[in-house]
């Protein structure tokens, strides 16, 4: 059936149509449709809605988003058609049931997820599957294989290129921030991508931000790691593995996050991205994504695993994630305390000398430092100011402001002291709790709220003295958040009553 | 934060808000927010999407069923917030676990869902792990109870009140046509609501709307029952068990049906319709949703203790559904064939057969025939005319022309006859090629679209014989229900080369 385009001014991808046309085309509301621009000929799959209203019969209206897809402008013609159903539903289902995919299935699966051709209704499905039923090894990596080839490949002539993440979770890592400019200040290429928050304070996307734009393509990520050595770009703008981008969408809801999708998306990332040699944070305790040593272990071993599969060196560094990491939370707080600490040459604190063990990690594997001396190396190029510099050309590569202090990243105009209702040390300070207090605070669409640790774990405090300070943006947030901070408690002091039952 | 309304003519819920507003909000695409009219105080929860074109800072275009609920016209003014977390996520969750839900978390989840405080991307992973992990019979229970809450409810004072349900899948099942006549007839009240074809070629809702409107609220449903003694009405518009017509829409694409939900779903359509005693038609065989009478007996089983435990005495029927039932497929030849057996009277057949022995299984259990003279007792009405005059009567409330005859109903006015290419006589007919024949030729949409059966299982056919005819409105649908006849040949004929591999 030929279709006249009316393109709507608003991003969304679907096809709204005729009541009538829906009987003759056999389409139902929400059902998938195959577009194809009769001058253009090219084709794209979205959702159909039906109308009686607004529209006439032999009339189309498109999202702006499948508009641009088919490269087709107001009044020209499409012809439209009912979905075949496809063969990626049967896998879906045979995993439903239980069964194992083989690769041919999954990458129907990912070939129709990245493509449109299936619908939310039937992706859905397919990661819960994959929550409940698990995916073993094989399936892994042929999940990982497929997400590699759903989108951009980066691929350089020098070598090794190097790679690093985080698992997330833990309120404060903004070791990237660190660990990639050592990398590159190395002489190493480091071509990172990396998330925004997704049920946290702040992704390293996020942070990176607060010092230079982070959208980019894949040309670009690769021209700027070969010119600067290193980039801290956001994933989402450069279609790698654009399969894991559509498939968050369906974990984020639930919180839920399948073990063998996460493993795929981690080294899918890293292999696309060019690397050779990747090493793994997995931050390990109370109110980190992995509870424990144990379970680190076997999510090390893991990642290792399909690492050889896929043809790169992985080693993992097990870190406690039990409380956060550094003394600040939040946008421009956490992008300055890294700043700062390249700034001022500064090798104490926890903060650094956890990035200088995992940057020693990568140096040793890549075989500029020697087993052993890893850590050490790192710390020299930190200290040295190496790093510090390497950081200036990526921020200005990025197109940044080279000459940023980090007191150019000011912490919110609203802050609220929380203070120690008595004498003691400081016990712990939960992650969870830590989390949400800065997301209400306005972290991280507001750069400057967030939370200031004054107190860290282990610390003696006086009754009155600070223990956190929590910044905000906007006044309302900060009320918001002091609220969710009265509520949780998220900083214990010895001695302290948890709670009184009656 | 306050909007102003902009409200479009189309008929979907999302809200679509400026990205400034978004960012403040703290809501990102996609996520639910709480929307409240400051004149009316009504609530509605719906899912935003956000723009940066189309409207401004301080607008929400909001659609036109959101509008209604709201009931608010253009330029008044609303509230807006984010959702909060509610707490049916984490029966979600559990269930996806393998935990078992109880009453409180059932509760919590059916009421998400029909209020709309639940995304698609949370209803979805729900009906997976019901799909994937199953539902005990407690779980089942508390589902078909908080089912029934979830919407309306009829109430009838006279008593015992039947009624009749056929598990689908088999293609010409009209036997409801024929049943519910006959029980009205006997004097015992049967509100029957039914479904629309969902994959198949013809829900009994859209047969019945070849001969009356089929669409009523609840509370007419009711009064036409107490007139005339039975309806037989479209149960998606009565707004009884809502929560079903949300849930199908994610088994749908799939084409699953989680037991579990499966037995809540039939069960509270029943007890929410005010019956008493029912009796379920489940058609068992090769291409029927129950394969063998083994499954059968199970899920009779199941059936009878679930009604036990909602307090209705449930009786069921296993039948033969290995091929279709009766001789035609599609809307208006099914509806002119049970409509031609009343007029009749005619006895002969296995489709009056098997309606006879389904309402007298009913006619036993409410006690107005004895036990064994039940199907006798059904047939007297249909060959005495009486169940005829109370189809008409039925018809007539419903809004239908009470002097409608079979012969009114007209096939497609394009056809094609299927012939026999050798000797022999047919050995099978297959339900899923004829369902998607009669479906390729336009059922149910197109009314005179279907197939008539010219021979049935077992009888002898000569080469060239007619052994079906295909119809359709449209003679392009015609040729596509043509090439699924070919690919697929639904009738074999003994001694027919099923398939010759080189």
């Given amino acids: ?207 990176m931000e607060a010092l230079a734009p982070v959208a980019f393509s894949a040309a670009e990520v690769q021209e700027m790691t070969e ?20 498939l968050i969408r369906y974990e984020y809801p639930l919180k839920i996050n399948p073990r063998g999708k996460m493993l795929a998306s981690i080294m899918a990332k890293k292999k696309a991205a060019g690397s050779d040699i990747c090493v793994i944070d997995i931050p390990t305790g109370p109110g980190a994504k992995v509870a424990d040593e144990t379970e680190g272990r076997i999510l090390a071993g893991q990642l290792i695993e399909l690492g050889k599969r896929l043809d790169m060196k992985v080693e993992c560094a097990l870190t406690y994630g039990g409380f956060p990491i550094g003394r600040d939370v939040g946008v421009n707080l956490e992008a300055a305390e890294a700043l700062r600490i390249l700034e001022e040459r500064d090798g104490s604190g926890s903060l650094v000398l956890k990035s200088c063990a995992v940057a020693g990690i990568a140096l040793e594997m890549a075989g500029v430092a020697a087993r052993g001396s890893g850590a050490d190396a790192a710390m020299h190029l930190i200290q040295g100011g190496k790093a510090h510099q390497k950081m200036l050309d990526i921020i200005e590569i990025q197109g940044g402001d080279a000459k940023i202090k980090s007191s150019d990243l000011p912490a919110g105009a609203f802050s609220y002291p929380v203070e120690a209702p008595e004498d003691g040390y400081v016990i712990s300070i939960s992650n969870r709790p830590i989390i949400d207090i800065a997301r209400a605070a306005g972290s991280p669409a507001d750069h400057g709220a967030g939370i200031h640790m004054d107190k860290k774990v282990g610390e003696p405090v006086k009754k009155g003295d600070t223990l956190y300070t929590i910044y905000a943006d906007r006044e309302w947030k900060l009320s918001k958040a002091l609220k969710i901070a009265e509520e949780t408690v998220p900083v214990r002091i010895s001695g302290m009553l948890i709670s009184r039952v009656a």
């Fill in 227 to 246: 010119k600067a050595g290193g980039v801290i770009v956001w994933g989402g703008s450069t279609n790698i593995v654009p399969a894991d981008d559509i």
């Fill in 1 to 207: 059936m030929l279709l006249t385009a009316k393109i709507s001014d608003i991003a969304f991808s679907s096809a709204l149509i005729h009541a009538d046309d829906a009987v003759s085309l056999g389409v139902k509301e929400g059902e998938r449709v195959v577009l194809t621009s009769t001058r253009t000929k090219t084709q794209a799959v979205t959702d159909v809605h039906i109308s009686g209203k607004a529209l006439s019969s032999g009339e189309v209206i498109l999202g702006r988003i499948t508009a641009e897809k088919l490269q087709i402008s107001d009044g020209e013609s499409v012809s439209i058609s009912a979905r075949e159903k496809p063969a990626s539903l049967r896998a879906i289902v045979k995993k439903m049931d239980g069964g194992k995919l083989n690769r041919e299935e999954t990458a129907s699966i990912v070939k129709d997820i990245t493509s449109g051709v299936l619908s939310p209704e039937e992706i859905s499905p397919f990661v819960s599957a994959m929550y409940i039923n698990g995916l073993d090894m094989d399936e892994t990596e042929y999940l990982a294989r497929e997400m590699i080839e759903s989108g951009e490949k980066l691929s350089f002539s020098k070598k090794p290129v190097v790679d690093k993440h985080s698992v997330g979770g833990v309120p404060g890592n903004k070791i990237s921030l660190l660990v990639v400019p050592t990398i590159a200040a190395a002489d190493l290429l480091i071509p990172k991508t990396c998330s925004r928050a997704i049920t946290g304070a702040g992704g390293t996307a996020d942070l």
